[in-house]
């Protein structure tokens, strides 16, 4: 397992480590989430020497954002219901711990929670259909 609180300041080749995994787990989200590939975007901000900088899965309707910006609290993941990919607004911010990364379905759990993205449609009535 990858060890997402080894700090990435002033270590570059941590944070090349951090950003890559980051990435890569974005993607195995994307896919556990079925989002069509037009939906999303993955970004990656490096920042400064002294931080992590942040990853970022970037939906339609909402985004998830990587970083070491929690350790504290074992917080590193940022999820938050967005419309577009233009900003940055949106609606609560709700924190997730880092080593979600490390547990896909819990992770795409917390963001159907969080989002709604990925649940049942099945439970809306259909045109028509009388309850």
């Avoid at 997402?4 to 080749?13: M, N």
């Avoid at 950003?19 to 975007?41: I, M, V």
């Amino acid at each position: 397992m990858f060890q997402w609180t080894q700090s990435c300041s002033y270590d570059d080749r941590q944070k090349c480590l951090f950003h890559s995994t980051a990435r890569s787990r974005l993607k195995k989200l994307a896919a556990e989430l079925r989002l069509a590939g037009a939906s999303y975007d993955i970004r990656s901000n490096k920042a400064g020497i002294a931080v992590s900088g942040e990853i970022t899965l970037y939906h339609e309707q909402f985004y998830l954002q990587v970083g070491q910006f929690g350790l504290a609290s074992g917080h590193g993941i940022l999820i938050r219901t967005c419309k577009g990919r233009k900003g940055f607004t949106g609606g609560l911010k709700h924190f997730v711990e880092l080593h979600l990364l490390d547990d896909i379905p819990a992770l795409a759990a917390s963001v159907r929670a969080i989002t709604g993205i990925g649940r049942a449609i099945e439970a809306t009535p259909m045109r028509g259909d009388t309850a």
